[in-house]
């Protein structure tokens, strides 16, 4: 089937006319994690634990038998049943067992990995789908020349999650290449800007273009930050995007929790993917987060602790189902935490000091 573009999808799910089969790939995982979301949310939630069903390719529970099995129950609730396969290069691109010659490749009989598991049960599901289901494949990459891919291609609806485009000759991207890649990072924040609705100095655009070095997901998580942070604001300034910029300064471990208790929302972003870009579990943060609501907030604002720990809750859980990006859920969840500054205590390093 011929690919479609992100506004038709759109149209698909405000409209609820979802396709049987979806193939989503490409290196924009933040966006391809926010389509995901929106088809999951066209399901209501009090039936989505019956309804939903994401899976992760080729893990325990989850082989081609399984995923065909789970598109075929009839929804326990609802007229609609959601299978999302995530990580499905593993059945779209999949490592070769061995060498294929180049008869076996012209025809199409590929030897699947090791891990992926006899796809027939797919391929036949595939072929003639239920008509109550909707079953999403993301893929950070395909193999259109494999067997199963071909088939899955012939098909779903394809919506292709491209990145910033800076390719040139072997050797790396020319001057010209990445000029043409800066000029599509741009145009690509400002039709962001236009779409929330609100403008960007040039300045800012430059800062946002120049931090991502060409990688799609970085710019748009960076965007994301900016747009937490100036929230309620029309117009984003060189400033804004400056005071969210990681850093080079040497990390401190409670500096996430201190900008917090001061109400410094800028601060903690840049804390946290000074965090992340270290290496830091997203569960350890959430954790530590934890002790700071139950035994910092709650004795200097103890009329935030409700909403912080639903805030804490649901980011957990998003998290341990791999609900979205594990930064963003994380950036979001500051965000949340982080309001008027809390009564100043001495700085902390570690869960029993006062």
């Known amino acids: 089937m011929p690919n479609l573009d992100i506004t038709a999808l759109r149209t698909h799910i405000k409209q609820g006319t979802l396709a049987p089969v979806y193939l989503f790939h490409g290196e924009d995982a933040t966006l391809a994690s926010a389509m995901v979301d929106a088809i999951e949310a066209t399901i209501d ?20 038998v399984d995923i065909a099995a789970s598109c075929r129950s009839l929804p326990m609730l609802g007229d609609r049943r959601i299978v999302i396969v995530m990580r499905a290069e593993k059945f779209l691109k999949p490592k070769r067992a061995g060498k294929a010659t180049e ?60 990145g910033i485009r800076a390719e040139g000759a072997r050797g790396g991207p020319s001057a010209s290449d990445i000029s043409a890649a800066q000029r599509e990072a741009a145009t690509f924040v400002q039709a962001e800007m236009v779409r929330e609705g609100r403008t960007i100095e040039p300045g800012a ?29 029309p117009s984003i300034t060189t400033s804004d995007a400056d005071d969210i910029a990681t850093g080079s300064a040497q990390l401190d471990d409670w500096g996430l929790t201190n ?87 001495q700085s902390y390093g570690g869960y029993g000091r006062r």
């Open 103 to 162: 008869d076996d490749e012209e025809a199409g009989d590929d030897e699947p990995s090791s891990d992926s598991g006899d796809l027939t049960p797919l391929e036949e599901y595939v072929a003639s789908p239920s008509s109550f289901a909707c079953l999403v494949f993301v893929a950070s990459g395909i193999d259109r020349g494999r067997r199963f891919t071909k088939k899955v291609c012939e098909k779903a609806q394809i919506v292709e999650f491209g």
């Open 259 to 345: 900008a917090i208790e001061a109400g410094d929302a800028a601060k903690a972003l840049r804390e946290v993917a000074l965090r992340c870009d270290r290496g830091d579990s997203p569960h350890g943060m959430v954790g530590q987060l934890r002790w700071w609501v139950s035994n910092k907030l709650v004795n200097g604002a103890p009329e935030r602790v409700k909403d912080a720990l639903g805030a804490l809750l649901r980011t957990d859980l998003a998290l341990k189902s791999s609900g979205g990006d594990d930064r963003v859920l994380l950036e979001r969840l500051v965000v949340e935490l982080t309001g008027r500054p809390v009564a100043a205590r």
């Open 45 to 64: 939630p009090a039936d989505r634990p019956f309804a939903v069903h994401r899976v992760y390719a080729a893990e325990e529970g989850s082989q081609p």
């Open 205 to 233: 655009v430059k800062i946002l273009v120049e931090r991502a070095g060409g990688e799609i997901s970085k710019l748009r998580g960076d965007l994301e930050r900016l747009l937490l942070f100036t929230q309620g604001r």
